[in-house]
């Protein structure tokens, strides 16, 4: 029988490295924090049965650097490393550097995530296994003069994109042909700042696009399950900002036909561990694989609250050599859950980072259905060094319209001062018409933004309240505690308990 790890190092921060150690520690197992010097008081430092220092705050330095990682991992005597997500999650070299050292990775062998993470290998791939994909080219583009030959064959509007990476670096919309050079300049020239690989490719943009993805697990016996869908259309700049499952715009007969490829793309590469396979979906429901994510995703809670599955325990069984202990008859995901991506960052200011120090901050962890993977606490300084997320606020419900609901209410009741946060923003959007009724797609957002006033009277109702949001928050920039403001703050969630009921 296998044994599961007696130590792992978290090869991260912030939110993901606080949620994965609590794993651990539930498992028994000793979590290991590492930090740089950005991150000496950081929760997961706090949290970790050891913590080690890996130098100066730039990540190119720290938590990119893989000589450091694998020297505290040995120092530590870790077993095993997981690496969160973003960093060095979908870094091949790392991975073969841990084989190299005799220390486990958390996630899938070095081939897989090589093949799935060069996007035109990828498609390449899937075209093999008979996978759809999205008409457009299967190699990079060698020049300008290739440039304009493949754009004449794929047709406008096309969208060109980094051939490595993603997460919406080195992407550009080109809507006819006088955009084409200069858009193929600056994505290039993104995708070498970003990836440090210039390659480009360009493939045919679908008009009212879904952006859906299905999560999957495969273990090391052949065993590959799909775990339902996650609708991740709500996105401001090709990144997304809101999750929910399940996806309000599929029926039960393109959900299973998606999960059924999902788990045949995963074959097709000799997938192991836990991965997300992505695609875009036309108005017509009919879907193309988009690319493979070789890693956690940040939404992930969404799908453990349907399903009952913690996919980090998962996977940390499935490193261990362990097979899973449920087949794809025993998934029955129940009810629908939505997940907020709470950034500190000011949307009144184009979405700046919001740095800072957090001088009074209240979870709303109480009641069913309410989950907060924070990295936070107060007293907590917000570095500018990296990613600004500062909490996945997650809510479950036995219907949409409940799960809606109780999100309102806990995002009512979640307390940040002293930054700026992304918390009215969402207010905005879980009360836009079309949202509640699941009438969206991946034009939400800009299509938001570009809204002056509502053009009907629930829209103008939304757009007040919203506005309502705005003052009172602004006007209570403190610790409000007092029973006053207690009482201030039922009166507005029964405002916004009328205004969802009129929709």
Same mark, same amino acid.
């Given at each position: 029988?296998?044994?599961?790890?007696?130590?792992?190092?978290?090869?991260?921060?912030? @939110?993901?490295?606080?949620?994965?150690?609590?794993?651990?520690?539930?498992?028994?197992?000793?979590?290991?924090?590492?930090?740089?010097?950005?991150?000496?008081?950081?929760?997961?430092?706090?949290?970790?049965?050891?913590?080690?220092?890996?130098?100066?705050?730039?990540?190119?330095?720290?938590?990119?650097?893989?000589?450091?990682?694998?020297?505290?991992?040995?120092?530590?005597?870790?077993?095993?490393?997981?690496?969160?997500? $973003?960093?060095?999650?979908?870094?091949?070299?790392?991975?073969?550097?841990?084989?190299?050292?005799?220390?486990?990775?958390?996630?899938?062998?070095?081939?897989?995530?090589?093949?799935?993470?060069?996007?035109?290998?990828?498609?390449?791939?899937?075209?093999?296994?008979?996978?759809?994909?999205?008409?457009?080219?299967?190699?990079?583009?060698?020049?300008?003069?290739?440039?304009?030959?493949?754009?004449?064959?794929?047709?406008?509007?096309?969208?060109?994109?980094?051939?490595?990476?993603? $997460?919406?670096?080195?992407?550009?919309?080109?809507?006819?042909?006088?955009?084409?050079?200069?858009?193929?300049?600056?994505?290039?020239?993104?995708?070498?700042?970003?990836?440090?690989?210039?390659?480009?490719?360009?493939?045919?943009?679908?008009?009212?696009?879904?952006?859906?993805?299905?999560?999957?697990?495969?273990?090391?016996? $052949?065993?590959?399950?799909?775990?339902?869908?996650?609708?991740?259309?709500?996105?401001?700049?090709?990144?997304?900002?809101?999750?929910?499952?399940?996806?309000?715009?599929?029926?039960?007969?393109?959900?299973?036909?998606?999960?059924?490829?999902?788990?045949?793309?995963?074959?097709?590469?000799?997938?192991?561990?836990?991965?997300?396979?992505?695609?875009?979906?036309?108005?017509?429901?009919?879907?193309?694989?988009?690319?493979?994510?070789?890693?956690?995703?940040?939404?992930?809670?969404?799908? @453990?609250?349907?399903?009952?599955?913690?996919?980090?325990?998962?996977?940390?069984?499935?490193?261990?050599?362990?097979?899973?202990?449920?087949?794809?008859?025993?998934?029955?995901?129940?009810?629908?859950?939505?997940?907020?991506?709470?950034?500190?960052?000011?949307?009144?200011?184009?979405?700046?980072?919001?740095?800072?120090?957090?001088?009074?901050?209240?979870?709303?962890?109480?009641?069913?259905?309410?989950?907060?993977?924070?990295?936070?606490?107060?007293?907590?300084?917000?570095?500018?060094?990296?990613?600004?997320?500062?909490?996945?606020?997650?809510?479950?419900?036995?219907?949409?319209? @409940?799960?809606?609901?109780?999100?309102?209410?806990?995002?009512?009741?979640?307390?940040?001062?002293?930054?700026?946060?992304?918390?009215?923003?969402?207010?905005?959007?879980?009360?836009?018409?079309?949202?509640?009724?699941?009438?969206?797609?991946?034009?939400?957002?800009?299509?938001?933004?570009?809204?002056?006033?509502?053009? $009907?009277?629930?829209?103008?109702?939304?757009?007040?309240?919203?506005?309502?949001?705005?003052?009172?928050?602004?006007?209570?920039?403190?610790?409000?505690?007092?029973?006053?403001?207690?009482?201030?703050?039922?009166?507005?969630?029964?405002?916004?308990?009328?205004?969802?009921?009129?929709?």
């Amino acid at each position: 029988m296998k044994k599961m790890f007696k130590k792992v190092l978290v090869a991260n921060r912030g @939110e993901i490295a606080a949620r994965i150690i609590r794993a651990c520690r539930e498992m028994g197992i000793t979590p290991v924090a590492v930090y740089s010097e950005a991150d000496k008081k950081a929760l997961h430092v706090r949290l970790a049965d050891e913590a080690y220092f890996i130098g100066p705050s730039k990540p190119s330095q720290s938590y990119l650097n893989i000589d450091k990682i694998i020297e505290v991992a040995k120092r530590a005597k870790a077993q095993a490393i997981h690496p969160g997500y $973003g960093f060095l999650a979908e870094n091949s070299i790392f991975v073969k550097s841990c084989e190299k050292e005799g220390i486990v990775f958390i996630g899938p062998p070095s081939v897989p995530m090589e093949i799935m993470g060069q996007k035109t290998h990828s498609r390449q791939k899937m075209v093999k296994a008979q996978v759809p994909i999205i008409p457009g080219t299967l190699e990079s583009i060698k020049d300008e003069k290739d440039l304009q030959l493949q754009a004449k064959k794929v047709g406008y509007p096309l969208l060109l994109k980094a051939s490595s990476g993603g $997460g919406g670096k080195g992407m550009r919309l080109v809507s006819r042909k006088e955009e084409l050079l200069s858009s193929f300049q600056m994505a290039r020239s993104e995708a070498q700042s970003s990836f440090d690989d210039p390659s480009i490719y360009a493939e045919k943009y679908l008009e009212e696009p879904h952006h859906i993805e299905i999560q999957i697990l495969a273990d090391n016996f $052949g065993n590959i399950v799909y775990l339902g869908e996650r609708e991740c259309s709500i996105q401001r700049r090709y990144q997304k900002v809101l999750e929910e499952t399940p996806s309000p715009f599929l029926n039960a007969n393109t959900r299973r036909e998606m999960g059924e490829v999902a788990v045949k793309a995963a074959a097709a590469v000799n997938y192991r561990n836990a991965g997300t396979v992505e695609f875009v979906v036309d108005k017509d429901k009919k879907f193309y694989f988009l690319e493979m994510n070789t890693r956690l995703q940040v939404e992930h809670p969404i799908t @453990e609250m349907v399903t009952g599955v913690d996919l980090v325990k998962c996977q940390l069984e499935i490193a261990a050599g362990m097979a899973l202990k449920f087949s794809q008859e025993d998934i029955e995901p129940r009810g629908c859950s939505i997940e907020c991506r709470i950034y500190a960052e000011d949307p009144e200011n184009n979405f700046l980072p919001s740095p800072g120090k957090i001088v009074h901050f209240r979870s709303p962890g109480g009641g069913l259905g309410v989950r907060d993977d924070n990295g936070v606490y107060e007293g907590y300084e917000v570095p500018l060094e990296y990613d600004p997320l500062l909490s996945k606020l997650i809510t479950w419900g036995s219907t949409r319209p @409940e799960a809606i609901q109780r999100m309102i209410r806990a995002l009512s009741e979640y307390q940040i001062y002293g930054i700026k946060t992304t918390i009215p923003f969402f207010k905005r959007i879980l009360l836009h018409p079309k949202f509640f009724k699941g009438d969206y797609n991946t034009h939400f957002i800009p299509e938001l933004e570009k809204e002056e006033d509502g053009s $009907g009277e629930e829209e103008k109702v939304a757009a007040l309240i919203a506005a309502g949001i705005k003052s009172y928050t602004e006007s209570k920039a403190g610790p409000p505690l007092r029973s006053r403001q207690k009482e201030s703050n039922w009166k507005l969630q029964g405002r916004l308990r009328n205004l969802s009921n009129r929709l």
